[in-house]
């Protein structure tokens, strides 16, 4: 049964496994560094649908089905399914279930949702209740675009500190603990922290204090030194929230992760040859990453222990609009090799 260790991580004694995961991109994401890794790349943005809001959601099935698939189970065995993405009502993840006909959770961490339901259901697993989970989320670089920010058309100039939406989903089903595959050993959900940022094209800068607290208060709790792992991989900060992170958490806690520190928006794209600015973002950033080449590289034995440090910016386009900042959040969870 799980333990609680100081005020905010949870031990998870039975190590719930990770015995699936799968990953659906789009074509920018497959013109990446990690194109290699992932299930499976879409060249037409639509994905065959007729919106893109249809696609997202065509992406987040695809990538359920294949972490299914992969963990050699059949849907009937899936007890529930943890699942949130960027748009208004998750509609990208509830109109999946629909067609999937999934006993479905709906969840809003925005870009920390692949952490969150993680967590969720590595603890619900920990506990007995049930026995497969499946976490997953999604993003769309043009259905983002399209709520947060402005039509496409317009064409607007964006900041050096801006990300780009990713285009992707993942999806892993999480089970009873089992050799060979990556355990999931503690968990600590986050608390939300402000400082005033409103810049909805600066999330990195928004979302970084949420993560230095959040790493902060995981390594008080469990005693332990940044070298104590093989990667700090955080969820989306982009290059100006990671150089911001490792700022922080200098100032803050006198802690150095920047030699084992990661960030999956910087780790997506290729910088200098793609036009991201400061990386990518979205809910989909961080799940495509760690549902491909993170898990491949943990279940190879090549890293043996990861933290992972999903964030989330909390605003909505009715918060914009009424001047608000943007309060950040990051949950994570420890995944380890046996």
Not at 6 to 15: A, D, E, P, R
Not at 224 to 234: A, H, K, Q, Y
Request: with cysteine; net charge neutral; hydrophobic share 40%.
């Amino acid at each position: 049964m799980a333990e609680r260790i100081g005020k905010n991580t949870i031990n998870l004694q039975s190590k719930p496994s990770i015995i699936g995961y799968g990953v659906a991109v789009g074509k920018k994401e497959g013109e990446g560094p990690l194109a290699n890794w992932f299930d499976k790349i879409y060249v037409d943005e639509f994905c065959g649908e007729k919106s893109f809001e249809k696609a997202e959601t065509h992406l987040q099935k695809v990538a359920i089905q294949t972490a299914i698939k992969k963990a050699k189970i059949s849907k009937n065995d899936v007890n529930l399914c943890f699942a949130g993405d960027l748009l208004n009502q998750c509609i990208g993840s509830s109109f999946g279930m629909r067609d999937l006909k999934l006993n479905f959770a709906g969840l809003y961490g925005a870009c920390s949702t692949m952490a969150l339901s993680l967590a969720l259901s590595a603890t619900l697993v920990d506990s007995g209740a049930v026995k497969n989970v499946v976490a997953a989320t999604s993003s769309h670089f043009c259905s983002a675009e399209r709520q947060y920010r402005m039509p496409l058309e317009y064409g607007g100039q964006r900041s050096p500190a801006a990300q780009w939406t990713v285009t992707g989903a993942g999806a892993a089903v999480v089970s009873e603990s089992c050799k060979n595959t990556p355990h999931i050993e503690k968990v600590i959900f986050g608390t939300i922290r402000d400082l005033e940022i409103s810049d909805t094209n600066n999330m990195g800068a928004a979302m970084a204090p949420a993560a230095s607290l959040t790493i902060g208060h995981f390594l008080r709790d469990t005693h332990s030194i940044p070298s104590d792992f093989d990667m700090i991989l955080t969820g989306d900060l982009g290059s100006t929230g990671s150089e911001l992170l490792i700022k922080l958490l200098k100032a803050e806690y006198g802690l150095d992760i920047s030699p084992v520190h990661k960030d999956c928006g910087t780790m997506i794209y290729d910088l200098e040859k793609q036009d991201v600015h400061s990386g990518g973002s979205g809910c989909g950033c961080s799940a495509s990453v760690l549902c491909s080449y993170i898990l491949d590289k943990i279940k190879l034995g090549e890293l043996k222990k990861v933290l992972f440090v999903g964030t989330g910016a909390l605003l909505s386009p009715t918060s914009s609009l009424q001047k608000e900042s943007i309060p950040g959040i990051a949950h994570a969870v420890l995944i380890t090799n046996e």
